[in-house]
């Protein structure tokens, strides 16, 4: 079975800190995908990046950052220099190779204070 | 631009009506998911088509069907809503199940209250 592990349900930090959001994550899969997507109060779900298994290269996106590392199962977010703005729910995910779906962390709650 | 298209945005239904949910793509993607979305929870699959193919998952209820007359369209009904049905419904497509490398497509989600 493939599950996904958030264990932080609420961070509140102030503005212009940086904060790493943990997940972890469990499959027997080889192959298979993982997500990060933000959602804001409106509800919709914004992808922000996925990743195979194959490619454990951190990647940087302008004030974010992932680290893939497959030893320890985990694919944490990180959002440097925190803005109002990144205040919203953030979701990890996991879907496996000719899964039918996305499997969903609980989620972390994520606030940042002017 | 391609998307997912769902309506309404909101929608208000009363205990036991029957009510209908509409997700459209123009990304011809072949398959399309249903999720179920409770306050402060993660989404939970309740079902998706691959093309025509019809996938339920073992624990939705019977309360909740799907139609999907064609590539672009697929609805989501809810025979006899109670008030533990009053989530938010996201679609989503994928281009192919089978494929290497794939991505979700998610729609801006209908929010269902019953009263």
């Known amino acids: 079975a493939q599950k996904v592990t958030q264990a932080q349900t609420e961070i509140s930090v102030v503005e212009k800190e940086d904060v790493t959001l943990d997940c972890v994550y469990e499959?027997?899969?080889?192959?298979?995908?993982l997500f990060w997507y933000k959602q804001p109060p409106s509800g919709e779900l914004v992808f922000l990046i996925r990743r195979n298994s194959f490619d454990e290269q951190n990647e940087i996106s302008g004030r974010y950052s992932w680290n893939f590392q497959k030893s320890t199962s985990s694919f944490n977010f990180t959002i440097t220099a925190s803005q109002v703005v990144d205040s919203a729910v953030y979701f990890c995910?996991?879907?496996?190779?000719?899964?039918?779906?996305?499997?969903f962390g609980q989620g972390t709650r994520l606030t940042i204070n002017p | 631009d391609a998307m997912v298209i769902q309506n309404p945005r909101y929608q208000v239904t009363q205990f036991g009506k029957p009510v209908t949910l509409s997700c459209s793509q123009t990304?011809?993607?072949?398959?399309m998911y249903w999720y179920q979305q409770k306050s402060s929870q993660a989404p939970k699959l309740l079902f998706h088509y691959y093309d025509k193919d019809f996938n339920n998952e073992a624990d939705t209820p019977d309360n909740f069907q799907s139609r999907r007359p064609n590539t672009s369209f697929c609805f989501l009904d809810i025979r006899s809503p109670g008030l533990g049905d009053a989530a938010m419904y996201l679609c989503?497509?994928?281009?192919?199940?089978?494929?290497?490398?794939?991505?979700?497509?998610f729609g801006s989600g209908t929010r269902l209250t019953v009263v």
């Open positions: 990304l011809n993607h072949n398959v």
């Open positions: 995910a996991l879907s496996g190779k000719g899964a039918q779906k996305l499997v």
């Open positions: 989503a497509t994928s281009r192919d199940r089978l494929s290497l490398d794939y991505g979700y497509t």
């Open positions: 499959t027997r899969d080889t192959t298979y995908y």
